[in-house]
């Protein structure tokens, strides 16, 4: 019988819904972590752990080193990027202190991710997403050779301060950006299994993205303008033949990209209908009044439209009702005012 894997220093970035499952995880199988929040949630979890409560009623504490800045931190053998897209550029001013000569960086945004082209090699080889990363600040503080990509399955919700409740799922491929196999992804594999959570490593992590961001980019905006749940989307005539629309479109820009994807429409429509009375990410953000994932989950979606050249007019529309909700919310100080809204009308 071979050593025991070496216990893993792990930082992660963002505790919210699956930066928190993840860390809970993670502390729970015996590993290093350090969580880094800030204001109510970063207290309840220095003060009780971090309280994971799953879908049958079982309830874990974690226990975990959390801070509020990435120097307190220290080197890290991996680092999870959870934070929602959009806030991404303002922790990375400050990862370098994480990072060892060895440190992986494990992304789980939602939607696509700023280093798509990165390490892609072809027509759009290190091509940077505008949408994404307009600053060109997360190309330049995070080497794309550190990075490996993760798809997130689960769902999850922060329901308090220091709480994660999950929903459902438990599936985390990943993958290195040049689609090698790699040690160092093997051994992050293995850190997942160790967790009791289930991962893949993927040839073409790209293609699984796409997968993903193909619910999302309809799913979630959907959600958000209508107050709707997954079940309810795919339940409802209209809607649902608004989803496959804009998933057809997606489809073709994506195709035009090289990627394949393993479903049908129907059947990744049904996936999402099997979910249930789910609030996406989106749908969460929109009742807490938080600034939405409007590039990371559609803009950059219609970022390659232009970059291939393919018409898109559904996604378009959404995207613009969307940025206009954005908008009014942050206008408002958050969450949408009926009773203004009632009395305009």
Same mark, same amino acid.
């Given at each position: ?14 505790? +919210? ?49 959390? /801070? ?67 600053s060109g600040v997360l190309t330049k503080n995070v080497d794309p050779r550190r990075i490996i990509g993760c798809v997130v399955y689960p769902a999850a919700a922060a329901t308090a301060p ?16 040049? +689609? ?24 073409? $992590? ?26 309810? $989307? ?30 049908? $429409? ?8 099997? /979910? ?21 989950? $559609? ?47």
């Amino acid at each position: 019988m071979g050593a025991p894997p070496r216990q893993k220093k792990i930082c992660v970035v963002g505790a +919210g819904a699956i930066g928190g499952l993840l860390a809970a995880k993670f502390a729970l199988a015996g590993e290093d972590v350090t969580v880094i929040d800030q204001g109510a949630h970063l207290a309840a979890i220095q003060k009780n752990g971090l309280k994971l409560e799953w879908h049958d009623g079982k309830v874990q504490t974690a226990k975990m080193k959390a /801070v509020n800045k990435p120097a307190e931190a220290g080197k890290q053998d991996i680092v999870v990027l959870a934070v929602k897209a959009h806030f991404l550029d303002q922790v990375v001013r400050d990862i370098e202190s994480l990072l060892g000569p060895d440190t992986i960086v494990l992304t789980v945004q939602n939607g696509l991710p700023w280093w798509y082209f990165q390490r892609l090699g072809g027509e759009y080889d290190n091509h940077r997403l505008e949408s994404l990363d307009p600053s060109g600040v997360l190309t330049k503080n995070v080497d794309p050779r550190r990075i490996i990509g993760c798809v997130v399955y689960p769902a999850a919700a922060a329901t308090a301060p220091g709480v994660i409740h999950h929903v459902e799922g438990d599936r985390f491929p990943i993958g290195e950006l040049d +689609g090698k196999v790699t040690e160092r992804v093997k051994e992050l594999h293995d850190v997942f299994i160790k967790a009791g959570l289930k991962s893949l490593v993927l040839p073409d $992590i790209r293609s699984e993205i796409w997968l993903k961001a193909w619910g999302n980019l309809s799913f979630n905006p959907i959600s958000a303008l209508t107050h709707a749940t997954l079940v309810d $989307i795919c339940q409802f005539a209209e809607t649902r033949a608004l989803a496959a629309t804009m998933m057809k479109e997606a489809q073709d820009i994506a195709q035009k990209l090289g990627v394949t994807f393993r479903v049908s $429409i129907d059947k990744r429509i049904a996936g999402a209908e099997a /979910v249930g009375a789910h609030k996406t990410s989106m749908l969460q953000d929109v009742e807490a009044g938080r600034s939405l994932e409007t590039e990371a989950l $559609i803009g950059s979606i219609l970022e390659m439209a232009k970059l291939t050249n393919t018409p898109a007019p559904a996604i378009e529309a959404v995207y613009a009702l969307v940025k206009l909700l954005n908008k009014v919310m942050l206008l408002e100080g958050g969450g949408v005012k009926v009773e203004k809204a009632n009395k305009a009308a």
